[in-house]
């Protein structure tokens, strides 16, 4: 039996568009170190929103301790690289 399903890659610059689409920023604005509230004005309407889209996206389930993790670009690859590494 052979498995047909394939873990999504994680590709730090698709995860950039990623966030950049649903904060409706550049591509250019979401660099690696930006703080998703402090320096985008991210408010928890649009972190509960990029959540989502991970998960969906990357087929993870973060929990409510992990979501503090989710503050910048590099953190949030970080964060996902775990849990990718963890399900495999």
Do not use: C, N, Q
């Not at 301790?65 to 590099?74: A, H, M």
């Amino acid at each position: 039996m052979s498995d047909t399903h394939t873990a999504p890659v994680l590709d730090k610059e698709r995860l950039r568009d990623l966030v950049a689409e649903v904060l409706d920023l550049d591509t250019a604005e979401v660099t690696d170190t930006a703080h998703f509230t402090e320096d985008l004005d991210v408010d928890s309407l649009m972190a509960l929103e990029i959540t989502v889209r991970l998960e969906k996206e990357y087929g993870v389930r973060l929990a409510e301790d992990e979501l503090t993790s989710i503050s910048s670009l590099g953190a949030t690859y970080d964060l996902l690289v775990r849990k990718l590494a963890d399900a495999g």
